[in-house]
């Protein structure tokens, strides 16, 4: 008697091994990823007027404001005082040790580079509806995951030190009006991703255990993907100029 083929479903229970997940997660991700959005195409290509790199650079500010945000939720989730300590360097990466230093504070700083105001900035006002919603739903994302699926979420970081490394020099090449000075975020930000990225990427292989949660792991990347790709949407859109409400006149 031939033996009956074993079920297809029991293949797709398996886990993953390391290799095939962390390939996995690599080209879900790169795929994905918002350096191939056309936005950030025309940045790096030089194409970009002063005022689109202007509202890139406050609108990407809201964003910045929400990862300590949803940082802070992820060290929530765990019980693990080293896991703890680990992860706390990154919110002190963006808040700072100390008034005046830390990401947030650098963002700032590019703001005024490419001739912001940084008060006006850092109230958020002027930030799209778009763009905040898009940046709240990262935060959402992560307040609703387990921590491992919250931390797979963050595993955009490692495309960005690439990004990054691309961005100064397409700046200092094509934007000669933006200080210098102001590019300090990005710089820092090249070790730091390349270091959280692996950290990051070590804790989700070792925890994520079942096949059903290393998918929810990939799930999270692409929706951060996705997050960061709307976000781009909605600033290269140029938004109607402000103007008074009109209606139509009632017959009476």
Known sequence: MIPAPKDAGEARDQPWDRETFIERLREEGAARYHDLHPFHVAMHEGRL???????????????QTRIP????????KSEDP???RSWMRRI???DGESPGRGGLCEWLRLAEAVGLDGGE??????????VRFACDAYVNLV?????VVAVASSLTELFAPDLMSQRIIAWERHYPFVDPAGLEYFRGRVPRARHDSEEAVAFVVAHAQTRQTQEACVAALIRKTEIL???????SHRPPAPGPKTS????T
Do not use: M
């Open 229 to 235: 790709w709307h976000l781009l949407d909605c600033v």
């Open 49 to 63: 007027s002063r005022e689109e790199l202007g509202r890139w650079v406050l609108n990407r500010y809201y964003y």
């Open 248 to 251: 139509a006149t009632r017959s």
């Open 69 to 76: 945000i949803k940082d802070s939720l992820i060290l929530s």
């Open 143 to 147: 307040r609703e995951s387990s921590l």
């Open 82 to 84: 080293a896991f703890r």
């Open 121 to 130: 900035v850092a109230s958020c006002r002027q930030v799209l509806p778009g």
């Open 92 to 94: 002190h990466d963006h």
